[in-house]
C-alpha cells in the first residue's frame, strides 16, 4: 500500500494517479483526467484532508476532518436468487459493472466496495422486508461503513427483478424498499445502481436552529457529483432529524428520532443547507445539549400512500373510529395560507389512506373529534406503509358534552315555562282572577331553581375531571373545565331566582287589598 507520506508528496507534484479501493477498476485501466467543468476542482487543502483520510483503505475518518470532506465509506452487499442462469462468472460481472457506474456517478462522493450476500434469505423484496433494525445492527453495526445496500436480483418470466434497500450508520435506520426491473439482461447493473440512487438518503449535520429556521452541513458536501442528477439535495427535499447522544468515553449511545419533526430545504450552496422546520413540538432542535449530536437525514417516498391509524395511547388495539382527519398541503400553516384541504373520516378501524404527494411534498394532518382539535403535525405521505398515531381518550369530554347538552335543553324549557306562568300569572291579575293567579305563582315555585341546577352541573363536571386527572389528560382537563364554565355563565345568567321575586312582587301590588 503506498504511504500517506508518499501519496500526498506524488499528488502535490501532479503524478498521482489515487485508486480509491475496492471500487472495482481493473488493474491495468487508468483513470483520464476530468473534461472541463464535468468535475469540481477541489482546493488544495480539500484535496490533502481527503487524500488523508482515504490514504488507508476503509479507515475510520479522523474526528478533526470536517463533516463535508469526508466520503461515505459504502458497501453495496448484491444477493442473487438461485436461478441457474445467474452464473458465478455473470454475478461477478453484475458487480463490476456496477462498481463503474457507482464511480462514474458519484466519484469522490462515494468511496465503495462490492461484495455478493450470502446470509440474506430469500434474495428478493420479501426478505429485504423482513430484515429488522434488530437483524440490521447485529450483522452490520460492527462494520466500518456509513451507508450498506442489500440489493437482491432474481427473475420473474422474462423480466429481472431488482430490490435495493439502505441502512444508515450514522442513525442505524433502514430505509424503505426500492425496485427496479428490466426485460433486458445487460441492463441489469444500470438499474440495479438507479435503484441505489433512489435509495440514497444523505446524512447532515444541524448546526444552528431558530423558531422556524435551521442550518445544516452536508457530509460529503465538498465532492458534487460528476452527474448531476446525482446531487445529494434539492430545494424541497425533506429531512428527519435525530439526537445521537454518547457516553464520557465517546461511545454511541441512545438515537432518539425525532417523530413529527421534519426539515424542509431552502437552499442548497455546496455544503450548506437552509431548511424551514415543521415539528409538532414546539422549538424542537433549541437549546444546548452535552455529548448530544444533532443529525438529519432524508426522506424517500417508495409508496403509493400510506395507512394511518388512530388508537388510543393507553391502549393501542382501542381503534378510534368516526374521527376527522383533515390533510393540509403547507410547510407552515399558520404563515402561509395553505392549499384547499382535504377531509378524511375514519373507518371501524381507526384508518384513513393518506395518497403522497408529488415529488414527497410534506403535508399537515388536522385529527378532530367533533369540533375538537385533538391533534396537528406534519407529516410525509408515501414514507412508510402504515403509520399509527396515539392519542389520548377523548371519551369523557364527548360524554361530558353530551350530558351538557341535555342540561342545556333543560335550561332552555325551565326558561320557557318561567316566561309563560309569569305572562299568564299578570293577565289573570289584570282580570282579577286571584285563584288562577296563584295557581300560576304555585307552579312557578315549583320549577327547577338555579341551586338545582348547579348541583346538576357539579354531578357533571366532578367525576369527569377525577377521570382525566386519572389518566394524565391535561388536555381533557382544560376543556371539560371550559365547557363546564361556559354552562355555570348560562345558568347564572338565565336561571335567576331574582326574577321571579320581582315578578311575584309586580303582581302583589296588583292585588285589590294590596295597599291595606
Avoid at 351 to 377: C, D, H, P
Amino acid at each position: 500500500m503506498v504511504s500517506t507520506h508518499s501519496t500526498l508528496k506524488s499528488m502535490l507534484n501532479g503524478s498521482t494517479t489515487f485508486r480509491r479501493g475496492g471500487i472495482g477498476r481493473p488493474p491495468n485501466s487508468k483513470r483520464t483526467h476530468p473534461r472541463p467543468g464535468r468535475h469540481c476542482v477541489l482546493p488544495l487543502a480539500a484535496s490533502v484532508c481527503f487524500m488523508l483520510g482515504a490514504a488507508s483503505a476503509w479507515a475510520q475518518p479522523p474526528s478533526d476532518v470536517p463533516l463535508e470532506l469526508r466520503p461515505y465509506r459504502v458497501l453495496i452487499s448484491v444477493g442473487f436468487a438461485p436461478e441457474a442462469s445467474f452464473t458465478p462468472r455473470f454475478r461477478q460481472q453484475v458487480r463490476d459493472e456496477m462498481a463503474r457506474i457507482a464511480d462514474r456517478t458519484f466519484y469522490q462522493m462515494w468511496d465503495c466496495r462490492m461484495e455478493e450476500n450470502t446470509w440474506l434469505t430469500p434474495a428478493n423484496a420479501d426478505g429485504l422486508s423482513r430484515v429488522t433494525s434488530e437483524v440490521s445492527l447485529k450483522r452490520l453495526g460492527e462494520v466500518d461503513y456509513d451507508k450498506v445496500f442489500l440489493l437482491t436480483v432474481q427473475l420473474a418470466g422474462s423480466r429481472q427483478l431488482v430490490a435495493v434497500r439502505e441502512w444508515d450508520a450514522a442513525t442505524r435506520e433502514l430505509g424503505p424498499i426500492f425496485d427496479e426491473e428490466t426485460p433486458v439482461r445487460r441492463r441489469m447493473a444500470e438499474h440495479a445502481m438507479s435503484a441505489v440512487a433512489r435509495a440514497f438518503r444523505p446524512v447532515l449535520s444541524i448546526e444552528s436552529s431558530e423558531d422556524t429556521t435551521a442550518t445544516l452541513r452536508l457530509r460529503a458536501g465538498a465532492f458534487p457529483p460528476p452527474d448531476p442528477a446525482a446531487e445529494q439535495l434539492r430545494p424541497g427535499d425533506v429531512l428527519q432529524a435525530f439526537l445521537k447522544s454518547r457516553d464520557f468515553d465517546g461511545n454511541v449511545g441512545r438515537i432518539q428520532l425525532l417523530r413529527w419533526t421534519y426539515l424542509v430545504v431552502d437552499d442548497v450552496q455546496g455544503d450548506r443547507v437552509t431548511c424551514t422546520v415543521a415539528s409538532r413540538l414546539r422549538a424542537p432542535l433549541r437549546g444546548a445539549r452535552r455529548r448530544v449530536e444533532s443529525l438529519a437525514l432524508a426522506t424517500r417516498v417508495a409508496h403509493e400512500a400510506t395507512r394511518l391509524k388512530l388508537v388510543l395511547s393507553s391502549n393501542t388495539k382501542r381503534p378510534l373510529v368516526g374521527h376527522q382527519v383533515r390533510v393540509l398541503e403547507s410547510i407552515l400553516p399558520e404563515r402561509e395560507a395553505p392549499r384547499p384541504s382535504e377531509l378524511f373520516v375514519t373507518d371501524r378501524r381507526g384508518t384513513v389512506m393518506l395518497q403522497r404527494r408529488s415529488e414527497g411534498r410534506l403535508v399537515w394532518i388536522y385529527v378532530l373529534s367533533g369540533n375538537s382539535l385533538l391533534a396537528k403535525f406534519p407529516y410525509v405521505p408515501g414514507s412508510e406503509v402504515q403509520q399509527t398515531l396515539g392519542l389520548s381518550d377523548d371519551s369523557i369530554r364527548l360524554r361530558v358534552e353530551g350530558e351538557l347538552d341535555l342540561l342545556q335543553g333543560d335550561l332552555i324549557d325551565l326558561v320557557a315555562k318561567r316566561a309563560q306562568h309569569i305572562l299568564l300569572a299578570r293577565k289573570l291579575a289584570d282580570l282579577d282572577q286571584w285563584e288562577r293567579v296563584d295557581e300560576q305563582l304555585s307552579l312557578l315555585r315549583k320549577l327547577p331553581n338555579v341551586g338545582q341546577f348547579r348541583q346538576r352541573l357539579s354531578t357533571i363536571r366532578v367525576p369527569a375531571i377525577e377521570a382525566v386527572r386519572a389518566d394524565k389528560n391535561s388536555l381533557a382537563e382544560s376543556r371539560i373545565t371550559k365547557i363546564c364554565t361556559r354552562m355555570s355563565e348560562l345558568i347564572d345568567r338565565y336561571v335567576d331566582d331574582d326574577k321571579i321575586r320581582s315578578a311575584e312582587e309586580q303582581i302583589a301590588e296588583l292585588r285589590p287589598d294590596a295597599g291595606q
